[in-house]
């Protein structure tokens, strides 16, 4: 993973970053994302966000980024320090998409820690720019807890497409339901069996 046979980074607009570091390779990581300075559009996947992460790191920044997908599993428990940490170095965020799909082995597994008032504690930047996401929810209660939060919070926020896999939509659409949602946010919710965006 040696990013300076990359090219130069610090030119591009969008990046797609799919990395597979090992874990001794957060340096690496953490300078090819750094520089990506004028990136707007960005993409990554959950083995280059949890790469990323490490006790008391500092957050790439990433002040340009204003549209961010993230292509992960479940949100499970110990993904949501490292997403926290990329947050805070995007303050300029206005659109999202998240990509979940959950394993196969276990899809409820450790994916119940951390719920709104955790996401509020963080005090995220961006959460007041951001207008539009589209979440695709699958077990557990992680991401619903955050869509819950953007819901409640995100005083810009116009819209909000909720995927849900058939077995959950009622219960997830119920839990968002009780959110203080934003009066001017259209938050519509869509059913699906295929887990690819």
């Known amino acids: 993973m040696n990013h300076r046979n990359l090219g130069n980074l610090d030119i591009l607009e969008e990046a797609e970053i799919l990395m597979k570091p090992k874990g001794d390779e957060f340096e690496n990581v953490f300078e090819v994302l750094c520089s990506l300075s004028r990136a707007k559009v960005l993409t990554l996947n959950e083995e280059t966000v949890k790469a990323l992460f490490r006790e008391g790191s500092m957050p790439p920044p990433l002040n340009n980024v204003c549209s961010l997908g993230l292509r992960?599993?479940?949100?499970?428990?110990?993904?949501?320090?490292?997403?926290?940490?990329?947050?805070?170095?995007?303050?300029?965020?206005?659109?999202?998409?998240?990509?979940?799909?959950?394993?196969?082995?276990?899809?409820?597994?450790?994916?119940?820690?951390?719920?709104?008032?955790?996401?509020?504690?963080?005090?995220?930047?961006?959460?007041?720019?951001?207008?539009?996401?589209?979440?695709?929810?699958?077990?557990?209660?992680?991401?619903?807890?955050?869509?819950?939060?953007?819901?409640?919070?995100?005083?810009?926020?116009?819209?909000?497409?909720?995927?849900?896999?058939p077995q959950n939509l009622d219960d997830n659409m119920r839990r968002l339901d009780e959110s203080k949602k934003i009066p001017c946010a259209t938050v519509l919710f869509k059913e699906s069996r295929d887990f690819l965006l």
């Open 72 to 165: 992960i599993g479940n949100v499970v428990d110990e993904l949501v320090p490292a997403m926290v940490s990329l947050f805070r170095g995007m303050p300029n965020l206005c659109n999202m998409l998240i990509n979940t799909k959950p394993p196969l082995d276990d899809p409820k597994s450790n994916t119940s820690g951390y719920n709104i008032g955790y996401w509020k504690m963080q005090n995220l930047a961006f959460i007041n720019q951001l207008k539009d996401v589209t979440v695709k929810l699958s077990d557990g209660s992680n991401g619903v807890e955050l869509v819950r939060h953007m819901l409640e919070c995100a005083q810009n926020l116009e819209k909000m497409l909720i995927i849900c896999l």
